[in-house]
Each structure stands twice: as C-alpha cells, then as structure tokens.
C-alpha cells in the first residue's frame, strides 16, 4: 500500500531533498492500477476537460501529461484538436489505444520529464499548444514536478497555455472513491502557483474549491491554473 499526505510546498528545497519514495514505487502502483483493467475508473471526460476546452482559441495541438485511460484525450482529439497524450505507466497507454483509437490522438508510454524529444516533435510545425495535465502534479513528487515543469518551458512555443488540475493540501483529510493507495501529494495550491511562475509562466486564472472535481459521494479540493509561457 502506498499512502502519503505530503504537503509540502511545489518549490520547497526540503521536498526535493527528502522525496519519499523512489519513482518506481509509483510507477508500479500505476502499472498494477491500469493492468487490473478498473472498470470503476471513469472513461467519460473530466469536468476539468470542458473548462478546459473552453480556454483553448487559437490552439495547434494538445500535449496530456498523466493521460491514464485516455478519458480526456479522446474527448479533445473528439473535437478536433491533435492529441499527444502521456503517461508513465504502459498499460494505461495500452488501455488508451485498446479503447480510444482517434486519428488525432498519439499515446505514447513515457515519463513526464523524459518526454522533451517526444513533445519537441510534436510541437514542430504549431504556433501555439495547450500543455494539460488533470491530477497528474499531485501524482509525481517534487522533483518530477520541477522537472516537468522546466522541460514543458523550454519544449513549448512562447504564448501556450498551461492548464493544471491537482488535489490541494485541504483534501488530505477524509474518504476517497479510489481509497488512500494512490500516492497522492497534497498541494498547497498558492505553492503551485509559485512554482509555475518561477518556471517562466504568466498565471492567467486560478482557483481553489470545491464542486470542480466531483466524482460519487467525493467533492475533492482541487486547485486550477491555466498560464501562459510568456
Ligand atoms: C490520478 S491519475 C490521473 C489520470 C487522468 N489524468 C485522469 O484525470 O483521470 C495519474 C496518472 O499519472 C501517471 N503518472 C504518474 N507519474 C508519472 C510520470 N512521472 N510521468 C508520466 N505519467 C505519470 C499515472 O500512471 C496515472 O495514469
């Protein structure tokens, strides 16, 4: 079982330094989460993927970070909007491609700050993407975190958006419908906010609550950030 409540801020030196739990550790979780087939795990869009959707003008193309099963990929390649989606784990991307055959989506296995070559070629040729990531930054630790976010700064073209969905540290307490063996990271939503700017990004929207994340009986606190890379 893995449980963690770590709180620690996005940009916090400590957090980097006392990293928990070896990235593998997770992976494994994921691999095993997906292999399993979880038939409970939604495979209708987010409600993070409308608002999302609704923020993306003038767009060429959309990088999704932490994919899982594809819910949300398949939702925007759905509405005309070239996909590249990612994920860690192999056998969510095996499910993406099982379930979610699109011809503007690509689902391609590979860790999120190893992913530059991956997004440099498809970002070639577009003048503007959206970079999406829904409940993936609370998913990775620290160092992933800054990781991911220096390697998507430096792969986009200037004046694409950055949207994040993630879990704040107020969530940390009571029942979740996945239970507690996902290895969550509990963000501190103005820490997030910090990190993404320091990382080169103009925060353009933001907010933290509730009713944004509702899934059964469980109301998350989640916080959003949609930026631009200035
Ligand atoms: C909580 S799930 C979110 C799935 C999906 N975005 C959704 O909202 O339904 C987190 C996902 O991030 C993936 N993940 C974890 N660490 C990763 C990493 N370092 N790079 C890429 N994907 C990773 C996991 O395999 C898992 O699919």
């Not at 979780?29 to 292999?35: I, T, V």
């Not at 994919?67 to 095996?94: K, M, Q, Y």
């Not at 820490?191 to 009713?211: K, N, P, W």
Request: hydrophobic residues 45%; proline residues 3%.
């Amino acid at each position: 079982m893995i449980t963690y409540c770590d709180s620690a801020t996005a940009t916090s030196d400590a957090a980097l330094m006392n990293d928990p739990l070896p990235f593998d550790a997770k992976a494994d979780h994921w691999a095993n989460f997906y292999r399993s087939g979880n038939a409970t795990a939604p495979v209708y869009p987010s409600q993070f993927a409308a608002f999302a959707i609704n923020e993306l003008s003038d767009i060429d193309g959309i990088v999704e970070f932490g994919c899982g099963n594809g819910r949300d990929s398949h939702f925007f390649a759905s509405n005309g909007v070239p996909v590249l989606a990612l994920d860690a784990a192999e056998t969510a991307i095996a499910l993406c491609i099982a379930r979610n055959q699109h011809r503007h989506a690509r689902y391609v296995a590979n860790r999120a700050s190893k992913a530059r070559a991956e997004v440099e070629g498809f970002v070639a040729g577009k003048n503007r993407i959206a970079v999406y990531a829904r409940f993936f930054l609370h998913a990775i630790d620290a160092k992933e975190q800054h990781a991911f976010l220096a390697m998507t700064r430096q792969a986009i073209p200037a004046g694409s958006v950055l949207l994040l969905e993630y879990r704040t540290t107020d969530d940390a307490a009571g029942d979740k419908v996945f239970g507690h063996d996902h290895y969550r990271r509990y963000l501190d939503h103005l820490g997030v906010l910090s990190a993404v700017t320091a990382a080169g990004f103009d925060v353009r929207y933001q907010i933290e609550g509730r009713g944004l994340a509702k899934y059964g009986n469980e109301d998350a606190m989640v916080g959003r950030c949609v930026a631009v890379k200035a």
